[in-house]
């Protein structure tokens, strides 16, 4: 938020940036270089994430997803899908690029992560963005979005332990976080018009993830959310008369398939000649080797292959090993080829719609701007192709309407839960499955529930949120934007239910006899201020643990061999805090004396026992800075935050691993149709994404407490 005054830019008491431009195009540059200008270091993080680049700025931190993004073809992928636009989107992206390029070295300069890698002399003269670079930003950070990573753990647990043990560790339940969303109709709103509100969950980023933006020229006048580095808004906005949001529809639309290798003899280029096994037989492969550029450690050649699947994005290093010794074992590429596996990952290949199509969807975006009516945003999101998403539409004649949109393939459901080998044809995709669309007749909810996903995946959340939203809302008139911000931050723990269940069973004298009278007096709700809600999560985390110690569970504690940047997906500790309400069900079908572990558990809060102790002293604000791992990264306060997994409120933690909220809602907005200047937005932190700059995190505090800013906070400065 520096540099000479735009004409054309607004900001608010906020420091939100309201723009204003005689066309699309210079809107589109206005917006590239206002982005730059605020979030330059968070969105030049995120190009070099684009590139597989971030090692040659920060160090060796940043080999394990440099290597990733090279393996998967990121760049390459999005500049497929760049190509194939239509012609207006392009030059609509480029606009957006040259704006970033003209403000980026003011951006970037002074930040404290610059200063704290000692960037300066990059800050100054940053390279030029290409105009995928915002495909390339909206891709890198949803390629983990979807549900090839729960994929690779399923692989990983009927490696280890069988399929069979699957529904043990099902993630499905109480205690899955997720995103809300709702529309209420005009017959229980006070104004007589739609109230479209809602709060996306994800990994809580410092800074964060959505920007607030206005963006207004002849043609349109939108308020809303975009992603910093992409230009327009893409999943939450208000164009003055029509208003929508999404939340994640759970589709299954990735797959990982597991790959075979063998050396063909010959080389290529310097390097081996490799197929792959496919249905038909072996096939050739692209086989090439990436740079990766390590800083102070030198050049790292980093092996890409991809198979008629797609690009080999785990396991390969080890496949590669075991290909070339059966070769050396003088198998020619024969029998050898089909010998054990080295040790290490299987190497698993990614297939998504994106590749495959060489389309990002990217094609809805300026039709989205250009929405004047539900029927605009649901052609517009016909083009939407990933993450799969379910939106919540409605506009000023009162009409609502419920779409899943994206691309999800239509295949054998085999390949549903686990990968399938590349020569059995069940994992053959037969063209797209339609998600649903529907009109609302009056409230329709939204919580990444089967209901609202369209069954078009394997694991969703449990309905409580849903339901519980839907209760709240129940047969009431009346309702307004102050009502709906109360329901954002509703702190009721669907994982009440079942915890009261267990540990009344239990067989316990005492002090742990005491917990459990404690434990049974809460009143579920996880308020900072809770008591209960402490005691309850000392319980869960001591369960959880020792489920985990359980010896029938023993292989899983080995390392997984898989790349860190899955961690959160192959630990078997964090996946059984994820699903323990599923290890509680069916833990006695598999030998597990579910009932040891309730009483194990309220021993163990019982010998800790703290009666001063509060949800707030363990569930804090603890966000992801691209620098954590270095310990350079700016930081915000520890400041206690209510909800839990299985609240509306689903601020998350690891049950298991910590109770640091390092997840929750990312934004929060309710859409008004009778008078957009009545609706309100909030995010986590601020405008900025400069920790020198008052607006950095000056949203924090009404943030914690559920309240909302008006779209426009007015007392306007202009720049």
């Known amino acids: 938020m520096t540099g000479q005054p735009d004409p054309g830019l607004r900001r608010d008491a906020l420091g939100v940036p309201h723009l204003r431009a005689g066309d699309v195009m210079e809107l589109a540059r206005l917006q590239g270089r206002v982005t730059a200008l605020d979030r330059g270091w968070q969105v030049e993080h995120h190009r070099w994430r684009m590139e597989g680049r971030t090692a040659e700025y920060v160090g060796a931190d940043g080999v394990p997803w440099d290597r990733f993004a090279r393996q998967v073809r990121l760049e390459d992928t999005v500049r497929r899908c760049f190509d194939r636009l239509d012609a207006e989107t392009q030059a609509w992206l480029t606009a957006y690029v040259g704006g970033v390029d003209d403000a980026l070295a003011e951006g970037l300069t002074g930040t404290p992560e610059v200063e ?17 670079t915002p495909l390339g930003i ?94 327009g808004v893409q999943h939450f906005a208000h164009t003055g008369s029509v208003a929508w949001g999404i939340t994640n529809a759970m589709a299954d639309y990735q797959d990982l398939t597991l790959e075979r290798l063998r050396h063909e003899g010959a080389e290529v280029d310097g390097g081996p000649r490799l197929a792959a096994r496919g249905i038909d037989g072996w096939e050739p ?7 990766v550029r390590v800083r102070g450690e030198g050049e790292l050649h980093v092996p890409v292959v991809v198979t008629a699947r797609g690009p080999v994005v785990t396991g390969l290093e080890a496949e590669l090993e075991r290909a070339m010794a059966a070769n050396g074992e003088g198998s020619g590429g024969g029998e050898g080829a089909d010998a054990a596996p080295a040790p290490g990952p299987p190497p698993y290949s990614l297939r998504t719609p994106t590749q495959v199509e060489a389309d990002l969807g990217f094609g809805a975006l300026l039709p989205l701007l ?89 694991e969703y959340a449990t309905p409580f949120r849903a339901e519980r939203i839907r209760s709240l809302i129940g047969a009431r008139v009346g309702l307004t934007v102050d009502d709906c911000a109360t329901i954002h931050v ?124 509060v949800w707030g002293d363990r569930h804090w604000l603890d966000p992801l800075h691209a620098l954590d791992v270095s310990d350079r990264a700016p930081s915000v306060r520890r400041d206690p935050v209510g909800g839990d997994k299985g609240c509306v409120l689903a601020a998350a933690s690891a049950p298991g691993v910590t109770d640091r ?36 995190a000056d949203q924090t505090a009404a943030w914690l407490v559920g309240e909302l800013h008006p779209v426009d906070a007015g007392q306007e400065v202009a720049r």
């Not at 959505?210 to 910093?228: H, I, S």
């Open 285 to 291: 492969v692209e086989h090439t080797t990436e740079t």
């Open 138 to 231: 909206f891709w890198g950070i949803h390629l983990l979005f979807g549900t090839f990573p729960a994929k690779l753990f399923n692989g990983h647990v009927a490696d280890r332990l069988g399929e069979d043990v699957l529904p043990l560790l099902h993630a499905e339940g109480i205690d899955r976080s997720g995103s809300n969303a709702w529309v209420i109709g005009g017959a229980q709103t006070a104004s007589g018009l739609p109230l479209v509100a809602g709060d996306p969950h994800r990994t809580i980023e410092l800074p964060g993830c959505y920007q607030q933006v206005g963006l207004a020229c002849p043609e349109f006048d939108v308020v809303g959310f975009t992603f910093p580095g992409v230009p």
């Open 490 to 613: 509703d702190t009721r723990n669907g994982q009440a239910d079942l915890m009261r269940e267990l540990v009344e069973a239990a067989d316990v004298h005492g002090r742990a006899a005491d917990v459990r009278d404690v434990l049974l007096a809460w009143d579920g709700h996880s308020d900072p201020d809770s008591h209960g809600a402490a005691v309850f999560a000392r319980w869960r985390t001591a369960l959880v643990r020792w489920f985990s110690d359980h010896p029938s569970l023993a292989p899983m504690l080995e390392p997984s061999g898989h790349s860190s940047i899955f961690a959160a997906w192959t630990g078997m500790v964090g996946q059984i805090g994820a699903g323990w309400h599923s290890m509680a069900r069916l833990g006695p079908e598999r030998g597990i004396d579910v009932a040891e572990g309730v009483r194990a558990a309220l021993e163990s809060v019982a010998g800790q026992y703290d009666p001063s102790a």
């Open 370 to 458: 250009r929405a004047r009516t539900v029927d605009d945003v649901e052609q517009a999101l016909s083009h939407w192709v990933e993450p799969v998403n379910s939106a919540l539409v409605a506009d000023v004649s009162g009409r609502m309407r419920h779409l899943v949109v994206g691309r999800v393939p239509d295949r054998h459901e085999a390949g549903l839960v686990v990968p399938l080998p590349a020569w059995d044809p069940r994992h053959t995709w037969h063209g797209y499955r339609r998600g649903p669309a529907a009109d609302v007749p009056d409230v329709m909810v939204s919580a990444n529930d089967r209901a609202s996903g369209g069954g078009l995946g394997v």
């Open 661 to 696: 909220c390092y997840g929750g809602p990312v934004a929060r907005y309710v859409w008004d149709l009778a008078d957009r200047d009545a609706s309100r937005w909030v995010v986590p932190f601020g405008a900025s994404g400069d920790a020198r700059v008052g607006h950095f």
């Open 116 to 132: 704290a890698l000692g960037l300066e002399a990059y800050a100054a003269a940053p390279r030029p963005w290409a105009p995928w």
